[in-house]
């Protein structure tokens, strides 16, 4: 639901957050997008997409997910994904390429196979999809998320059909089949409520720990970052946090921002939302590691969230009549470096090794292989 709110609303200017994030020592701010949607039939829309001072980065929202990319086995149609992959290529904007092993979204094939799978069988068949996958974009991603969501919030490991017959190392086949398949390729774990301190950013570090221990390479950890206005991570969680995946000797990003409002849309709630972006980002422009921003698009009718949290709206930077949130200028205060710490004090990293995860839940026995 959108009510108008004219003296909150930022009118249609032109674009900047692409040049202020560059501008900032950031590599991209950009927008993940989906062509099969309905703003690519609307001209503002593509206009904003395709204006490369305010996105300098592309992500794909569905095309190159496992539906799409391998509808069959051992059958790959690329069409979906192309359409946005053309788009950055014409435009020379990055494109983060999303994702190659989710337990979501997937071609019937593979969780609801005629014939059982077997641990050699689901094996062969995953890598073979993560290869041919990442061989048709090589040398055209920035990153993968090589792994989505794997974890459960408790940082256990998801029970998805991957884990059932293949085992906890489906993880490491996936990024060695990954590195080989497009060695240029920043390869990254991804995942949701990562972004503060608890057991499943724990785990997330126990996972790098556990990747890099074995040789297999891992460069970035992606922290989607689907938040709720008023309940969104502080400055200090979110930069403690980051910091915790960096020292690991990885970089990170926000790769699917987006901050959801409780509807109706009020004048309290849009400004706090300004300020929940704001730290978002403002904590992304303090830690050095910290790479870029995707949001999880940035016009409001095409937003997932309505149709998956009922009462939530309103989460992107656009409304519907492509005027701004005020969560835009927030944006733009943001990477105009005008965020501070605030006083959490959730420590330093100083002395954080497999061990201290202890405190956090007791990750620093947990071994997955």
């Not at 996958?133 to 040398?139: D, L, V």
């Not at 920035?142 to 256990?156: H, R």
């Not at 590195?179 to 995942?191: E, F, I, M, T, V």
């Not at 309505?306 to 733009?332: C, D, E, I, R």
Request: net charge negative; hydrophobic share 40%.
């Amino acid at each position: 639901m959108q009510l108008l709110l004219p003296l909150l609303a930022i009118p249609l200017v032109s674009a900047q957050l692409h040049e202020l994030a560059v501008k900032a020592g950031k590599l991209y701010f950009g927008t993940a997008t989906d062509s099969r949607d309905i703003g690519f039939k609307n001209a503002t829309y593509l206009k904003v997409l395709n204006d490369v001072k305010e996105f300098g980065q592309l992500t794909h929202s569905n095309g190159q997910k496992w539906f799409a990319t391998e509808p069959a086995q051992g059958q790959f149609n690329f069409t979906y994904g192309e359409e946005v992959s053309s788009i950055a290529r014409k435009n020379k904007q990055l494109l983060r390429c999303h994702t190659l092993v989710w337990h979501s979204q997937l071609a019937p094939w593979v969780d609801q196979p005629t014939t059982p799978w077997t641990k050699a069988t689901l094996t062969a068949a995953m890598i073979n999809h993560v290869t041919q996958e990442a061989k048709h974009w090589s040398g055209q991603c920035y990153a993968w998320d090589v792994v989505n969501e794997a974890l459960n919030d408790d940082g256990t490991l998801r029970n998805s059909t991957f884990l059932q017959v293949i085992g906890p190392e489906y993880i490491k086949i996936a990024f060695r089949a990954a590195s080989r398949a497009d060695p240029k390729a920043k390869l990254y774990y991804n995942d949701y409520n990562i972004e503060k301190p608890g057991n499943k950013s724990a785990a997330v570090r126990e996972l790098v720990r556990g990747l890099k221990k074995e040789g297999i390479r891992i460069d970035g950890v992606g922290l989607q970052s689907h938040f709720t206005v008023g309940t969104s991570p502080t400055v200090d969680q979110l930069i403690w946090t980051m910091e915790g995946y960096t020292k690991l000797g990885v970089e990170v990003a926000l790769t699917e921002l987006d901050i959801r409002i409780k509807e109706p849309e009020t004048t309290a709630n849009l400004a706090q939302q300004s300020v929940d972006y704001k730290a978002a980002i403002g904590a992304c422009m303090q830690v050095d590691k910290c790479v870029g921003v995707t949001v999880w698009d940035f016009w409001d009718p095409v937003s997932w969230v309505p149709g998956v949290f009922a009462g939530f709206g309103s989460p992107s930077l656009w409304f519907g009549n492509f005027t701004k949130h005020p969560a835009y200028q927030g944006v733009v205060e943001a990477l105009k470096n005008d965020t501070s710490k605030g006083h959490g004090g959730w420590g330093s990293h100083d002395h954080d090794d497999e061990d201290d995860d202890e405190e956090e839940g007791g990750w620093g026995w947990w071994k997955w292989w």
